[in-house]
C-alpha cells in the first residue's frame, strides 16, 4: 500500500532556477585593490563584497552576500579591467552559486566607472548558466589618491548580477 501511495505522489517542484529563468541581484559594493591603483599599469589584486537583494528566487527577494576576488595583470585608476574573476553567491535561504567571469569592459566618463563583467555559473545555482554583472563605481579617496605612492586603495558602488540559468 506504502508504495502505491507513494508511485501515485506527485513529483517535487521544479527547483526556482529552472532552464531560461532570470535571476536579476542589485545591491551596494566596495572592491578593495591591493597594491593601490595609480597612473601607471600594474598588476593588480582586487576584492569586492556585494550585498545583494535578489529577484526571481521566488515570491519575495532573497538576501545575498557576494564574494569576489581576482586580478588585472595591467589594472591603473585610468583602467580596470579585470578579466579573470571569481565571484561566490551565497543567498539567505542556503544556496550558492560559484561565477567564473572571463570577459571584462571598463568605462570610466566624468569619474564614474562602469565595469561590465560577463562569465559562468560553473556550481550551484544556475550552474550552466551566462552571469552578467555590471558594476557603477566611484572611488572610496579622493581622485588624488591616484598621484600617491600607495595609489587609490578601493571603490564603492551599486552592483546588478543577471544570470540566466542553463
Known sequence: MCSLVLAGAPAAPAPAAE??????????????????????????????????????LGTTPVPAAGHSVGDSPGASCLTVNSPRVRERV??????????????????????LTVVTLTGR????????????????????EPPTACLTPTGLGGVTGVGTLRILTG
Open 19 to 56: 532552464l531560461g529563468k532570470k535571476i536579476v541581484c542589485e545591491g551596494a559594493e566596495n572592491t578593495r585593490y591591493s597594491p593601490g591603483l595609480t597612473l601607471l599599469p600594474k598588476r593588480v589584486s582586487l576584492k569586492a563584497v556585494s550585498d545583494y537583494s535578489c529577484h526571481g
Open 90 to 111: 551565497r543567498y539567505a535561504d542556503g544556496r550558492k552559486s560559484l561565477i567564473v567571469y572571463g570577459e571584462s569592459t571598463a568605462v570610466r566618463v566624468a569619474g
Open 121 to 140: 555559473v560553473t556550481e550551484g545555482l544556475g550552474a550552466g548558466g551566462t552571469a552578467h554583472r555590471t558594476v557603477r563605481m566611484l572611488p572610496a
